[in-house]
């Protein structure tokens, strides 16, 4: 018997997520760092949670799939939004016709958007020693 899955990988700044997407009743088993953590407690905000679901809830499918994440580094707020990436891209593997209505809703989009590298001479990436005259 073979196991029917659907995957898709999320990038946000630097967080990578992993996403299987398997017929179900709704369950989500997260793995961050490689190490088991409960979903509602590790994304304790409810705007993340409501981030994460946000592709399900678009295409109605809620309650259709068992998700499996597998998180690696970045933080939460990252780590939710390449989960939601990741599903998106799940679900547009899943049924090709979902892909317009995510993208209407800007969720298939990689946001690619990352910290600017420090430059020598500077403090930062931009900000320089104070100026003075003598």
């Known amino acids: 018997m073979s196991l029917i899955q659907y995957y898709g990988t999320g990038k946000r700044k630097n967080a990578i997520a992993r996403v299987y997407l398997r017929p179900g009743k709704g369950d989500i088993t997260l793995v961050v760092n490689k190490r088991l953590r409960p979903f509602a407690d590790y994304f304790s905000l409810e705007s993340l949670r409501y981030a994460i679901r946000q592709p399900l809830m678009i295409t109605e499918m809620e309650n259709k799939f068992d998700i499996f994440l597998r998180v690696e580094g970045g933080g939460v707020r990252g780590q939710a939004e390449a989960i939601r990436l ?49």
């Open 86 to 134: 990741g599903i998106a891209r799940a679900l547009v593997e899943f049924n090709r016709e979902l892909k317009g209505v995510l993208r209407k809703a800007n969720l298939i989009t990689r946001d690619a958007r990352v910290k600017e590298r420090k430059k020598y001479g500077l403090l930062a990436a931009r900000k320089a020693p104070q100026y003075h005259k003598r």
